[in-house]
């Protein structure tokens, strides 16, 4: 993009040189581009090249910057002449014919050379400082191409002391700079946003151009419709899609970074959720989750082993299932020791296999509660049961006492 941005500058040269006004208008009619404004385009677009690599040498970093600086000092003199009227003869610097460009476009070329001087800053929070002056080229060009569809002359021939404006090949040329600035660095900032793989990169990619370009569109099929002989009625549907097409191009990149973060955050948790679970799947004791009402949510590859039952099989069913006709009431109560925060001792009882083996268990009973405040048992059976021909066991008790570090659970990485 750089280098045919230093290709359209070098055809504003030619058309100076050969005094063709195609080439420095692409439009009859409309503005021609300054030499000083071709040299600065040429001169932006070296050193863009300079500091596009992501290393750098110190050499190759200051002749980049000098680039930017060049064209900053001269621009922005020259907006200082446009704007306070004085005479300082800059666009005589390239040419001895003395053709002050307008006030847009040194504004633009002062940004883009600010730009560069920023390359790679980074403050803070504000990782790449540089996309903000690009981003207010790329906005005041938008609407400088409006004003060229719609053939809206205040907005690309607006100069307070001079009647000249931003031609068509410079908009263009500056419009393809800022651009290639802000993919210079794609991991970084407004492409990052729009390039990333998450949900809002995704939204960013379908719908940041039709947010654009809808507006301008939109507007110029209603111009085109009820155009009457009213000169202020393209300058008001140009500044009508230039204002929305910024501002619906800003709430989808603000939408877009606030769904990457959500997603980013949403893939952190999953991604501890999917270990925790495979630390739940490699204990060697079975372990079981349930809800308040007994139903089975949770089964480890340690329970299939000990009851008999694959996951897919007993989730979704009652607790019952695993226990016998005289050790039922126990559950009930157990979970009433739960509901009321009351903690629950290893205890042993006897449980009963897919194959209708009545083993004898030590269990452990642990409350665990929910985002939405629920609370859910969990109960954790040693892998070693021994059978047990005749179920006895002694009836399970609870403790408000808080669990010591001898009585609590071993943590299993």
Request: a positive charge; glycine letters at 8%; one cysteine or more.
């Amino acid at each position: 993009m750089a280098s045919m941005a230093a290709g359209l500058g070098a055809l504003g040269l030619l058309g100076w040189a050969s005094g063709s006004v195609g080439l420095q208008t692409f439009v009859p009619g409309r503005p021609t581009i300054t030499p000083n404004s071709a040299v600065s385009l040429i001169v932006l677009a070296a050193g863009v090249h300079l500091l596009a690599p992501r290393v750098l040498s110190p050499r190759r970093r200051a002749a980049g910057q000098l680039c930017g600086l060049v064209v900053f000092a001269v621009a922005a003199t020259t907006l200082v002449s446009e704007v306070r009227g004085v005479d300082l003869r800059v666009d005589g610097l390239f040419t001895p014919q003395s053709y002050r460009s307008s006030a847009i476009a040194a504004l633009c070329l002062t940004l883009l050379g600010c730009g560069l001087l920023l390359f790679d800053a980074a403050w803070g929070r504000l990782t790449r400082p540089a996309q903000v002056p690009v981003l207010i080229v790329a906005v005041v060009v938008l609407a400088v191409l409006t004003g060229h569809a719609y053939g809206a002359k205040l907005l690309f021939r607006f100069s307070p002391r001079s009647p000249r404006g931003m031609s068509l090949p410079a908009a263009v040329a500056q419009a393809l700079l800022a651009a290639s600035i802000l993919m210079a660095r794609p991991e970084r900032g407004v492409v990052a946003i729009v390039t990333s793989a998450r949900l809002g990169g995704s939204m960013a990619r379908r719908l940041l151009a039709p947010a654009v370009a809808g507006p301008a569109l939109l507007g110029f099929v209603v111009l085109a419709i009820t155009r009457e002989d009213n000169p202020s009625l393209p300058v008001s549907h140009a500044l009508l899609a230039t204002a929305s097409a910024t501002v619906a191009g800003a709430l989808t990149l603000l939408t877009a970074a606030s769904l990457n973060r959500v997603d980013e955050a949403r893939a952190l948790v999953s991604e501890e959720l999917r270990l925790w679970r495979d630390v739940v799947d490699q204990a060697d004791d079975a372990i079981m989750v349930r809800t308040p009402e007994g139903a089975v949510i949770g089964w480890n590859s340690a329970a299939e082993r000990l009851f008999g039952w694959r996951r897919e099989e007993i989730v979704g069913s009652s607790e019952l299932t695993l226990v016998p006709e005289d050790r039922r009431p126990e559950v009930s109560m157990l979970a009433e020791c739960l509901a009321r925060g009351e903690r629950v001792p290893a205890f042993e009882t006897v449980r009963v296999a897919r194959t209708a083996r009545a083993s004898r268990c030590r269990c452990r009973w642990r409350r665990c509660a929910t985002a939405t405040g629920g609370s859910w048992g969990w109960r954790r059976s040693s892998a070693t049961c021994a059978s047990a021909r005749r179920p006895s066991a002694a009836t399970p008790s609870c403790s408000r006492a808080r669990p010591t570090a001898s009585s609590s659970p071993t943590r299993r990485a």
